[in-house]
């Protein structure tokens, strides 16, 4: 995991507005300064996401029912045998092909979702699964228990920032310190990003007509990032 943390600021919106006179007609108050303070590190992806799939046509629509769940049904029980792996259906749809306004066929299809931090467990589970399964894709998360106390640290690091910043304006403007008027703590839009799903290649052929060799995997970072928004009002001006 790389612990660099890189504290990336914006430009702080430098054109101090006065607040509004009293009706006492006193002199005005401090000025307000709009900020931002950020803090980025680059996270080693800890969790891999399997999709698997089961695409079939019948001229029936019950025995292509059949045909469907079982080869589910078939790769679960396979699946659930490797206790490092997270198992769970996916979507399921069945829907009519036409001839112009006939229908000829019906197709099925049903995903197997796989989740793991033991990529090598995954991966040869996969490869075992391939043999009746077609691979939608794959892609690498950052678990929400890694994510959290990344967080946590960013978060640190990206008031720091904020304060780093106001100190700077305050001193730029002459200033004699400032105060918090409201800030806002978010951690990449408040929510995990949304992973991006790509398509794992085979390493090679498969070993026989019931083995296919384990995808070749690669998990790759994330980029987790907190940012600090806020406004301050300048003293003594």
């Not at 006065?18 to 006193?26: C, E, R, Y």
């Not at 698997?52 to 469907?68: F, H, I």
């Not at 979507?91 to 306004?101: N, R």
């Not at 090598?120 to 894709?137: E, N």
Request: glycine content about 8%; cysteine-free.
């Amino acid at each position: 995991m790389n612990k660099t943390i890189s504290a990336l600021s914006l430009l702080a919106v430098l054109a101090a507005t006065p607040l509004a006179h009293a009706d006492h007609g006193h002199d005005h108050e401090t000025g307000r300064v709009a900020l931002q303070g950020q803090a980025a590190m680059d996270v080693d992806n800890d969790t891999m996401h399997a999709t698997l799939y089961v695409e079939e046509e019948d001229a029936n629509p019950v025995r292509l029912a059949d045909t469907v769940n079982k080869a589910v049904a078939d790769a679960v029980k396979v699946a659930k045998a490797t206790a490092a792996v997270t198992t769970r259906t996916g979507g399921y749809q069945t829907y009519p092909v036409y001839d112009k306004t006939r229908i000829v066929r019906w197709r099925a299809r049903s995903e197997l979702l796989l989740k793991s931090t033991d990529f090598k467990a995954l991966s040869d589970l996969v490869g075992k699964l391939q043999s009746t399964l077609k691979l939608g894709g794959v892609y690498f998360s950052v678990s929400p228990e890694a994510r959290r106390k990344i967080e946590d640290e960013l978060t640190t690091a990206a008031i720091d920032d904020f304060k780093r910043r106001a100190d700077l304006v305050a001193q730029s403007f002459g200033a004699r310190g400032y105060k918090v008027k409201d800030a806002a703590v978010n951690a990449d839009g408040g929510m995990p990003p949304m992973p991006k799903q790509m398509i794992v290649g085979l390493r090679g052929a498969p070993a026989a007509a019931d083995s296919v060799q384990a995808p070749m995997v690669e998990a790759g970072t994330s980029r987790i990032a907190v940012n600090v928004n806020g406004t301050i009002l300048l003293e003594g001006l």
